[in-house]
């Protein structure tokens, strides 16, 4: 499917508006009046309006539509602004854009929304969560949009957009006053991958899942995202990087890119329920075969041990601020991770000790219990000694010395 641009072929000439005339108004000119004074049609993009008025230059992948400057509707998914131009779409309006070149678990493109304003030059990113799959069975019931993409019809539709976090009426919230990013989640690669994997069926008993082809495409889409962002966004004073669940894991894998995109300007991460506890058996070596996972280099035995990453992050980027947010016996990580309980619990303590505990910028906020994701209660939760998350978040987002870890 295609755009479908509202344009007349005889829009070409200049018509509707009779002779031209140095005193074109809106009394004799049907369409607008162009800089010299001349009614002109007013359905090119060079020159778009009507009622006489003067005319205006669509710019930042705007359209001429019936004689405005609009940004063309996105139709099953497919690209609403032109590759390696910033997106400039109202202000403080989440709006949807598509990148042909980016592909969902299913092949198909995705894309990401944007709410922007000028209140600041800070910017919030944030990954979707939602499971994720490394093999046929996994991929048919753990992995959010995989089988059916996520295009701008979905994102129409998305109601995480109401998230506390995006609120710019709400006083307390740290994040009000700057530009929002939500990137879908649609991969099964926890927003890391660069695969595209042929998954053998899965047979066992009364279970029987057909092969599977998957684009595990999530890290080759967060580079293709950054570098429109950092078009759009080329004076970004403060970025944050966060995510829940599998975005939270999206978030910390994603952070030197990240980082990288924005060389002069403070970049922070918020990890919501993505403790990196290293799994149980194999699973982590399956997980990164089938999303072709790259280690960093200087990152020692990230290899093998996942719970290794966030030190390597602490330690490598001491002016960045890291905060975690995780539950101690979370029941839906237990099951990705494949651990019971007693060793998921012990796993999370023994990784906010040997990676949080021993550094200054890196701190969290753990509580009892096997719930899972805390930012859809903002507001509202706090822990038993009655430390809110909002506040302990604002200590983050503005690195207040009182800024410290809270322990269950």
């Not at 929304?113 to 000028?118: A, E, K, P, W």
């Not at 149980?280 to 990453?309: I, K, S």
Request: proline share 6%; charged share 15%; hydrophobic share 40%.
């Amino acid at each position: 499917m295609r755009f479908v641009f509202l344009a007349v072929v005889s829009s070409w000439l200049f018509f509707a508006c009779g002779p031209t005339s140095s005193t074109c108004s809106e009394s004799n000119c049907a369409g607008c009046c162009s800089a010299a004074g001349e009614c002109v049609g007013g359905t090119l993009e060079t020159a778009c309006g009507s009622a006489g008025l003067l005319c205006n230059s669509c710019s930042g992948g705007q359209v001429c539509v019936a004689q405005r400057c609009e940004f063309p509707a996105v139709d099953a998914g497919v690209v609403s602004f032109d590759a390696g131009t910033p997106i400039l779409p109202p202000a403080e309006t989440w709006t949807w854009a598509g990148f042909p070149t980016s592909a969902c678990g299913n092949g198909a493109p995705t894309g990401l929304g944007v709410n922007l304003t000028t209140r600041s030059k800070d910017l919030l990113i944030y990954l979707q969560g939602g499971g994720a799959c490394w093999n046929a069975l996994s991929c048919e019931y753990t992995a959010t949009n995989l089988k059916e993409g996520y295009d701008g019809a979905a994102f129409a539709a998305e109601g995480q957009l109401q998230a506390p976090p995006f609120s710019r009426v709400a006083m307390n919230n740290p994040f009000k006053d700057m530009s929002f990013v939500f990137v879908p989640y649609c991969t099964g690669d926890v927003h890391a991958g660069d695969a595209v994997k042929d998954y053998p069926a899965f047979v066992q008993g009364p279970i029987n899942i057909p092969a599977r082809t998957v684009s595990h495409k999530g890290g080759k889409n967060m580079e293709a995202f950054l570098l429109r962002l950092k078009d759009t966004f080329p004076d970004a004073q403060r970025v944050f990087i966060s995510g829940s669940s599998a975005g939270a894991y999206g978030a910390q894998l994603n952070f030197e890119r990240v980082r990288a995109t924005w060389p002069d300007a403070q970049v922070h991460l918020l990890a919501d329920c993505g403790q990196t506890v290293t799994p149980a058996g194999t699973l982590f070596g399956e997980w990164l075969a089938a999303w072709n996972l790259a280690v960093p280099a200087d990152c020692t035995d990230c290899g093998t041990n996942f719970a290794n990453y966030p030190q390597y992050l602490h330690a490598k980027y001491p002016a960045s601020r890291f905060g975690l947010l995780a539950y101690t016996q979370d029941s839906t990580l237990r099951q990705f991770s494949g651990l019971d309980a007693t060793t998921f619990q012990q796993r999370t303590l023994e990784l906010t000790a040997s990676a949080y505990d021993p550094t200054s910028n890196a701190k969290y906020f753990v509580l009892a219990g096997a719930t899972h994701v805390m930012l859809g209660d903002f507001f509202t939760l706090q822990s038993p000694g009655g430390v809110k998350l909002v506040d302990w978040t604002a200590g983050l987002v503005s690195g207040a010395p009182a800024w410290q870890s809270v322990k269950p």
